[in-house]
C-alpha cells in the first residue's frame, strides 16, 4: 500500500486521480468520513450530541463547513471531532481495504498522514506541494474564508515535516499536465513498491486515518 499526502489544497485529489488512470485502487480517506457521517449514522448522533443541531441542515445532513468551524476552533473541540470519526472512518477504510486485490496498486489519500500518526504500514509515501499562497487562493476558490484557510494549514504538518517520511515530493505548483508527467517517472517504482511491500521509515502508529473537515 502506497500513502498519499499533503497539506489542505495541495493537490492530493488530483494526484489521486491520476494513479486511477494507471489503474491504482485509491482509498479515500475524505470520502470515508463523508460516507460515516450521513444522516442515520450513529458517528453523525454523536457529532450533533457533541457539537449541537446548528451542524444540521433542515433535511437532517451534516453541514461540514459549521461543523469545521466548531471543530477547529481550539485543540480540544479537534480531539473531540477525532475522538468520535476516527474509529468509524477506520473500520470502513480496513473494510475497503480487504476488498482490494493483493496484485493492485492499492494508494490510501490521507490528508494528515504525519499528524493522525497511522498505524498502518505503507511500501512508500508520495507527498503532494504547493507554495502557501497558492494553496490559500485554492481554498478561496472552494468557498473557504482565507483567514479560515490559514488557520487550518497552522495546524497541520510543516512541509518540512511531510518531507521526513516522503519517498516522493511531487510539486503541484504548475498544470496538472506537468504533475502528471512526474506521477509518470515515478510510477514504475510505485508499482513495485506496492507489489514488493517494503516499508517507509516513517508511519507512527497510534488513531487511523484523518481527513480533512472542508
Avoid at 33 to 46: D, I, K, N, Y
Avoid at 154 to 167: G, I, K, N, S
Amino acid at each position: 500500500m502506497i500513502g498519499l499526502t499533503g497539506g489542505i489544497g495541495a493537490g492530493k485529489s488530483t494526484v489521486a486521480d491520476c494513479l486511477r488512470r494507471r489503474g491504482a485502487v485509491v482509498i479515500d480517506a475524505d470520502a470515508i468520513a463523508r460516507q460515516v457521517v450521513e444522516p442515520g449514522t450513529e458517528t453523525l448522533a454523536s457529532l450533533v450530541a457533541e457539537f449541537g443541531v446548528t451542524i444540521l441542515d433542515s433535511e437532517g445532513a451534516l453541514i461540514r463547513p459549521r461543523l469545521a468551524e466548531l471543530a477547529f476552533a481550539d485543540d480540544v473541540r479537534r480531539k473531540a471531532l477525532e475522538s468520535i470519526t476516527h474509529p468509524a472512518i477506520a473500520k470502513e477504510f480496513s473494510r475497503q481495504l480487504e476488498l482490494a486485490s493483493s496484485s493492485e496498486v492499492v494508494v490510501h489519500d490521507v490528508p494528515l498522514l504525519v499528524e493522525s500518526a497511522q498505524g498502518y504500514t505503507y511500501g512508500a509515501v508520495i507527498v503532494v506541494e504547493a507554495p502557501i499562497e497558492l494553496r490559500l487562493d485554492r481554498l478561496v476558490d472552494r468557498g473557504v474564508d482565507r483567514a479560515d484557510a490559514q488557520r487550518r494549514i497552522a495546524l497541520q504538518a510543516t512541509d518540512a515535516q511531510r518531507r521526513e517520511v516522503a519517498t516522493w515530493v511531487l510539486d503541484n505548483a504548475a498544470t496538472v499536465d506537468a504533475l502528471d508527467a512526474q506521477i509518470e517517472r515515478i510510477w514504475p517504482e510505485i508499482r513495485s513498491r506496492a507489489t514488493e511491500g517494503c516499508e517507509t521509515a516513517a508511519t507512527p502508529a497510534r488513531n487511523g486515518p484523518k481527513p480533512e473537515m472542508s
